[in-house]
């Protein structure tokens, strides 16, 4: 069987598979060599993703350790919450925490395995008061970039508590003039653009972790492996 590579994340995970996104770019990189497997869940916090993650993998007992697991949430903790999207939020001590939970998790579970954190983006206050999803009698939106960022520092903490990979997605997005609507296209969901953005730093911390496409083997013949002369002989071993 192919290795695997989890996506675990709210919705910027569960959309990932879209046109143009992040997680079907790796996908298309990881052809032949690699299995994708998305476990995107749209508004999920890091306090159910917690109540989940037995139901989110397989047992140990029932398939290889993967090669990597992206863990990325919150965007949704980071809701306000006296503002419509309050049941989503987690408190910050709590977030950390739950994160500290769902890495130790995963590192039990499969030790050898490299887990990618990613902090929540940027957030476009004006254009979540322009596509709020429901109505906003308000005014006000219901997440704002400073909450945003508080939660993507505190996600780096845990990386570096932990031990593992980390992506500052938050940071590194607004380094770009016009982020807000070159890398999101409501105020919190990603654009192509903003995808690519994601994916490519997702493989650069696969490459850093050696995990790259070169060194993984195809799971069955190539066809310019195969004998033009006599085929089946290629499938033999």
């Known amino acids: 069987m192919r290795p695997k590579i989890y996506l675990f994340g709210d919705s910027i995970t569960e959309e990932s598979f879209s046109d143009g996104g992040w997680g079907a770019s790796l996908a298309n990189h990881f052809s032949r060599t690699g ?13 159910w993703a917690l109540k989940v993650k037995e139901k989110v993998f397989s047992p140990p007992e029932r398939e290889d350790a993967p090669l990597a697991v ?12 006296d503002r419509y999207g309050g049941f989503q939020h987690v408190p910050l001590d709590e977030y950390k925490h739950n994160l500290l939970a769902i890495v130790d998790f995963l590192k039990n579970r499969w030790p050898s395995t490299c887990i990618i954190l990613i902090t929540p983006p940027p ?10 999803y429901v109505d906003n009698h308000s005014g006000l939106p219901e997440r ?10 505190q996600c780096l903490a845990v990386a570096e508590e932990c031990g593992v990979s980390a992506i500052d997605l938050w940071t590194k997005m607004q380094q770009f003039p016009g982020w807000q609507k070159a890398y999101l296209r ?24 050696e995990i790259i496409v070169e060194t993984l083997l195809a799971d069955l013949p190539l ?11 290629s499938f033999k071993n």
């Open 144 to 153: 704002t970039n400073e909450a945003a960022g508080s939660y993507a520092k």
């Open 223 to 233: 066809l310019e492996e195969i004998d033009p002369n006599d085929p089946l002989r």
């Open 70 to 81: 992206t863990v990325f949430f919150g965007a949704n903790d980071a809701c306000l919450p």
């Open 35 to 47: 299995d994708v497997v998305l476990r995107g869940y749209s508004g999920y916090n890091t306090r």
């Open 186 to 209: 409501d105020g919190l969901h990603l654009t192509q653009s903003g995808n690519k953005v994601v994916f490519e730093e997702v493989i650069k911390q696969l490459r850093e972790e």
């Open 123 to 132: 957030i476009d206050e004006d254009a979540r008061l322009q596509h709020p």
